[in-house]
T-cell receptor, first 111, second 115 residues
Framework: RKEVEQDPGPFNVPEGATVAFNCTYSNSASQSFFWYRQDCRKEPKLLMS?????NEDGRFTAQLNRASQYISLLIRDSKLSDSATYLC????????????WGAGTKLIIKP | NAGVTQTPKFQVLKTGQSMTLQCAQDMNHEYMSWYRQDPGMGLRLIHY???????DQGEVPNGYNVSRSTTEDFPLRLLSAAPSQTSVYFC??????????????FGAGSRLTVL
């Protein structure tokens, strides 16, 4: 089982719709969680950190469920520019501070 | 402010050749790292450094060497290229010690093909 699992998609969503996807992680000692966005043939860029109480940044909402070991990302009123691959990242607090990356969920917003 | 600069952007090598991927950051970040990204897989850590003179292995270090003689530079050396090293390579840096919240800044990537 992969340490961090994501549905690869693609999710094909009409513009203006709401879309959500999850990411599950296997290590219960995971401490920090992030969503990164990666455009085609570009580098990953931080979208948002995920806090225990959940957090929102404009149209984006991130939630953490420690009991079930998953994080989620909700995008409201989706825009064409939201088309990208969304990478889930988990930080297990060991001496190496290594981040574990999911393979990503591809999102395509259609006009 | 350039951020993280990687060179070259594209490279084709023959099996057995060696090369160095360059990475430089101008943000005075302590932590620097190299990842490879392959289709269907998450980013995998090759090597990382928590400061000048300090390097350590990540998940997939075999076939690669690094050094960190300055805070700014973190080159990745492929010793004897193999087709399995065909990948996209990303250099990334962060301010370490930020409570473990390792927000990374990435370079634009280097696309390597080994024939």
């Amino acid at each position: 089982r992969k340490e961090v699992e994501q549905d690869p998609g693609p999710f094909n969503v009409p513009e203006g719709a709401t879309v959500a996807f999850n990411c599950t992680y296997s290590n219960s000692a995971s401490q920090s969680f992030f969503w990164y966005r990666q455009d085609c043939r570009k580098e990953p860029k931080l979208l948002m950190s995920v806090y225990s109480s959940g957090n929102e940044d404009g149209r984006f909402t991130a939630q953490l469920n420690r009991a079930s070991q998953y994080i989620s990302l909700l995008i409201r009123d989706s825009k064409l520019s939201d088309s990208a691959t969304y990478l889930c990242v988990v930080n297990v607090m060991d001496s190496n501070y290594q981040l574990i990356w999911g393979a990503g969920t591809k999102l395509i917003i259609k006009p | 402010n350039a951020g993280v600069t990687q060179t070259p952007k594209f490279q084709v090598l023959k099996t057995g050749q060696s090369m160095t991927l360059q990475c430089a950051q101008d943000m005075n970040h302590e932590y620097m790292s190299w990842y490879r990204q392959d289709p269907g897989m998450g980013l995998r850590l090759i090597h990382y450094s928590v400061g000048a003179g300090i390097t350590d292995q990540g998940e997939v270090p075999n076939g690669y060497n690094v050094s960190r003689s300055t805070t700014e530079d973190f080159p990745l050396r492929l010793l004897s290229a193999a087709p399995s090293q065909t990948s996209v390579y990303f250099c990334a840096s962060s301010i370490r010690g930020n409570g473990g919240a390792n927000v990374l800044t990435f370079g634009a990537g280097s696309r390597l093909t080994v024939l």
